[in-house]
């Protein structure tokens, strides 16, 4: 395996012209710089932060590590990197994701068109010369055809706007934005705010050390044991003599991973047979559990049972009744808010420092110098980590200044709710595109499954518009329309709209209540776009001169 890389390439030039500028340099940036290249377009990919990996990059809280086995989040494209690259683990961490990511990098000689430390702040669409000016917190400006968005979903940290929060003397960290060299919490006492993936993967590691751990809740997660452990030889030749066949099926799936789906309703089972089902699957551990029975995010009565059933798992296991309850989410259905994988989350609690503050009725007021006020108490800390997620899908994109068509400002289009044509493209936004955003299945599937599709997807459009010497795609106004209701539509037959999830943008005080991400499924998606382009890419006009349809 390669050593890690830090990635301190010197910063490439950035032309004033080019065929692409990509921005992000995640795992969707680097992947469509690499299809870009292969079209023979000149593409830079420009990224804000210090190295290439994106969400892998920035979140570096303890115990960050991903929740979809390894050996399906990771990239397919290439037969020589999945038979080559060797996790070392079930459920690979942080560390040796972005390690990973290092590598694609290098061996794919992507650095010398990644420019780092380069925050792109503005995108302006000049419809005479049909291409995008984009500018940079540097002050460049490029002059691009295209403008691929890969900026990631949760990309863009959120810190409640708690007043005082400049008067608290101690350190203070987001799980989303941890330093890069580290954080020593050992003796300290520490507070944490939130409850979701991050904080219930950050608080079982940060017990280990601190003198005491508060954790400040105002909504109770649902969650599996991860059973992550080392990856063994055979369960890893077992996939690699396979890989080809099992990406196949995955893309078929709904949620893009492979999962033991059990085809029937939860309601078919007797009680027993129910409960050995959901008993074998927490023994399996993992996400997957919602892949116990075909019903459980379409049928409250089905998804009740699964929400039973890990509610008594959280009261086994933790030993303070009162705790426990705390712990159990009884106010909406498992999953419609991302279940989340752990080690030892639950187990935490039943350690002598670590106490959980109920804070759904009395909200934090305010930090003060030592510490933060709820409920009209005080509580002191060294440090106060907020793991109070991200401003999902729409946030990092709205937070560019992006102009389409006579000067209209995304953020004015979106102020309703983002809308889109399958999650890829906007109308009055021609040669935007955006590599799984809001209408497509992205943050509801395996993202590598999902990007890879997107950037495939939008590798042959841009080929299919080369191939005729157009130069410009957009979607019609009909086709987005259609797709918006499609997938509320969609969404509003299973049960994810009734809790204040991110999926919603309930987390964003004044953001829109729309359900984001298409629930429609990863191989129905991807059939849908597939037909899209077999069909002469039906509902995009696809250009050459000025008015002419080619495609
Ligand atoms: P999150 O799921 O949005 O959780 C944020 C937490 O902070 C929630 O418990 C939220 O409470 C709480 N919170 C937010 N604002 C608050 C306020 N003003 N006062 C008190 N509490 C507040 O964020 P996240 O944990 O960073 O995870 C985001 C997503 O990233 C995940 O859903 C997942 O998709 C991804 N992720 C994946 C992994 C993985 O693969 N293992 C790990 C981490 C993250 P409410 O619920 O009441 O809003």
Same mark, same amino acid.
């Given at each position: 395996?390669?050593e890690p890389t830090t990635a301190?390439?010197?910063?490439?030039?950035?032309?004033?012209?080019?065929?692409?500028?990509?921005?992000?340099?995640?795992?969707?940036?680097?992947?469509?710089?690499?299809?870009?290249?292969?079209?023979?377009?000149?593409?830079?990919?420009?990224?804000?932060?210090?190295?290439?990996?994106?969400?892998?990059?920035?979140?570096?809280?303890?115990?960050?590590?991903?929740?979809?086995?390894?050996?399906?989040?990771?990239?397919?494209?290439?037969?020589e990197l999945q038979q080559q690259?060797?996790?070392?683990?079930?459920?690979?961490?942080?560390?040796?994701?972005?390690?990973?990511?290092?590598?694609?990098?290098?061996?794919?000689?992507?650095?010398?068109?990644?420019?780092?430390?380069?925050?792109?702040?503005?995108?302006?669409?000049?419809?005479?010369?049909?291409?995008?000016?984009?500018?940079?917190?540097? %002050?460049? @400006?490029?002059? !691009?055809? =295209?403008?691929?968005?890969? *900026?990631?979903?949760? +990309? &863009?940290?959120?810190?409640?706007? #708690?007043?005082?929060?400049?008067?608290?003397?101690?350190?203070?960290?987001?799980?989303?934005?941890?330093?890069?060299?580290?954080?020593?919490?050992?003796?300290?006492?520490?507070?944490?705010?939130?409850?979701?993936?991050?904080?219930?993967?950050?608080?079982?590691?940060?017990?280990?050390?601190?003198?005491?751990?508060?954790?400040?809740?105002?909504?109770?997660?649902?969650?599996?044991?991860?059973?992550?452990?080392?990856?063994?030889?055979?369960?890893?030749?077992?996939?690699?003599?396979?890989?080809?066949?099992?990406?196949?099926?995955?893309?078929?799936?709904?949620?893009?991973?492979?999962?033991?789906?059990?085809?029937?309703?939860?309601?078919?089972?007797?009680?027993?047979?129910?409960?050995?089902?959901?008993?074998?699957?927490?023994?399996?551990? %993992?996400? @997957?559990?919602? !892949?116990? =029975?075909?019903?459980?995010? *379409?049928?409250?009565? +089905? &998804?009740?049972?699964?929400?039973? #059933?890990?509610?008594?798992?959280?009261?086994?296991?933790?030993?303070?009744?009162?705790?426990?309850?705390?712990?159990?989410?009884?106010?909406?259905?498992?999953?419609?808010?991302?279940?989340?994988?752990?080690?030892?989350?639950?187990?935490?609690?039943?350690?002598?420092?670590?106490?959980?503050?109920?804070?759904?009725?009395?909200?934090?007021?305010?930090?003060?110098?030592?510490?933060?006020?709820?409920?009209?108490?005080?509580?002191?800390?060294?440090?106060?980590?907020?793991?109070?997620?991200?401003?999902?899908?729409?946030?990092?994109?709205?937070?560019?200044?992006?102009?389409?068509?006579?000067?209209?400002?995304?953020?004015?289009?979106?102020?309703?709710?983002?809308?889109?044509?399958?999650?890829?493209?906007?109308?009055?936004?021609?040669?935007?595109?955006?590599?799984?955003?809001?209408?497509?299945?992205?943050?509801?599937?395996?993202?590598?499954?999902?990007?890879?599709?997107?950037?495939?997807?939008?590798?042959?459009?841009?080929?299919?518009?080369?191939?005729?010497?157009?130069?410009?795609?957009?979607?019609?106004?009909?086709?987005?329309?259609?797709?918006?209701?499609?997938?509320?539509?969609?969404?509003?037959?299973?049960?994810?709209?009734?809790?204040?999830?991110?999926?919603?943008?309930?987390?964003?005080?004044?953001?829109?209540?729309?359900?984001?991400?298409?629930?429609?499924?990863?191989?129905?998606?991807?059939?849908?776009?597939?037909?899209?382009?077999?069909?002469?890419?039906?509902?995009?006009?696809?250009?050459?001169?000025?008015?002419?349809?080619?495609?």
């Amino acid at each position: 395996m390669p050593e890690p890389t830090t990635a301190t390439t010197a910063p490439c030039h950035v032309p004033s012209e080019i065929d692409a500028v990509i921005v992000g340099a995640g795992f969707a940036g680097m992947y469509m710089l690499h299809r870009l290249r292969g079209l023979g377009m000149s593409a830079i990919v420009l990224e804000a932060g210090t190295g290439v990996g994106g969400t892998w990059y920035w979140n570096r809280y303890p115990g960050a590590r991903c929740d979809t086995e390894s050996m399906q989040y990771s990239y397919s494209f290439s037969p020589e990197l999945q038979q080559q690259w060797s996790w070392s683990e079930r459920y690979a961490g942080q560390p040796e994701i972005l390690r990973y990511a290092n590598h694609v990098a290098d061996r794919f000689g992507l650095r010398r068109d990644i420019r780092l430390e380069t925050r792109v702040t503005a995108a302006v669409w000049d419809d005479g010369k049909r291409r995008w000016q984009v500018t940079t917190d540097r %002050g460049d @400006t490029v002059s !691009a055809r =295209y403008c691929v968005m890969a *900026t990631g979903c949760l +990309s &863009n940290a959120r810190m409640p706007d #708690f007043p005082g929060r400049e008067s608290f003397r101690g350190e203070v960290y987001h799980t989303g934005h941890w330093p890069h060299e580290g954080v020593d919490l050992a003796g300290k006492r520490v507070g944490v705010i939130g409850t979701g993936s991050s904080a219930i993967q950050a608080i079982p590691v940060i017990a280990e050390t601190a003198a005491h751990v508060t954790v400040f809740q105002r909504t109770p997660n649902y969650s599996i044991p991860a059973r992550n452990g080392p990856m063994t030889p055979d369960y890893e030749q077992d996939w690699k003599t396979q890989y080809d066949a099992r990406r196949a099926m995955a893309r078929q799936t709904r949620n893009g991973i492979l999962a033991n789906f059990n085809d029937k309703s939860a309601l078919e089972d007797s009680p027993e047979a129910r409960q050995r089902q959901y008993e074998a699957r927490w023994v399996t551990g %993992g996400t @997957t559990f919602m !892949a116990s =029975y075909n019903d459980l995010i *379409t049928s409250k009565a +089905s &998804n009740d049972t699964a929400a039973e #059933f890990v509610r008594n798992q959280i009261r086994s296991i933790v030993k303070d009744a009162k705790t426990a309850e705390l712990l159990a989410p009884k106010d909406y259905p498992i999953g419609t808010k991302r279940i989340c994988a752990d080690t030892n989350y639950f187990e935490v609690y039943n350690r002598d420092n670590v106490s959980l503050v109920d804070i759904r009725n009395a909200p934090i007021e305010r930090l003060t110098e030592k510490g933060l006020v709820t409920g009209g108490k005080e509580y002191e800390f060294d440090a106060v980590v907020f793991a109070t997620g991200f401003d999902a899908m729409t946030g990092t994109l709205l937070k560019i200044d992006i102009r389409g068509r006579d000067g209209q400002s995304l953020r004015t289009k979106w102020e309703a709710g983002p809308r889109t044509y399958l999650g890829l493209m906007t109308a009055g936004f021609p040669n935007l595109f955006m590599i799984t955003g809001p209408g497509s299945p992205s943050v509801l599937s395996n993202m590598l499954v999902s990007i890879e599709q997107h950037v495939d997807w939008l590798a042959d459009c841009l080929g299919h518009a080369q191939s005729r010497q157009c130069n410009l795609v957009e979607p019609t106004q009909q086709a987005e329309d259609d797709w918006v209701a499609h997938v509320n539509e969609v969404a509003h037959k299973t049960l994810y709209p009734s809790a204040a999830s991110w999926y919603m943008g309930a987390n964003v005080p004044g953001k829109p209540r729309v359900f984001m991400p298409y629930i429609g499924g990863v191989g129905r998606y991807r059939q849908h776009c597939d037909d899209v382009a077999a069909k002469g890419y039906e509902g995009f006009r696809v250009e050459g001169r000025v008015g002419e349809r080619v495609g």
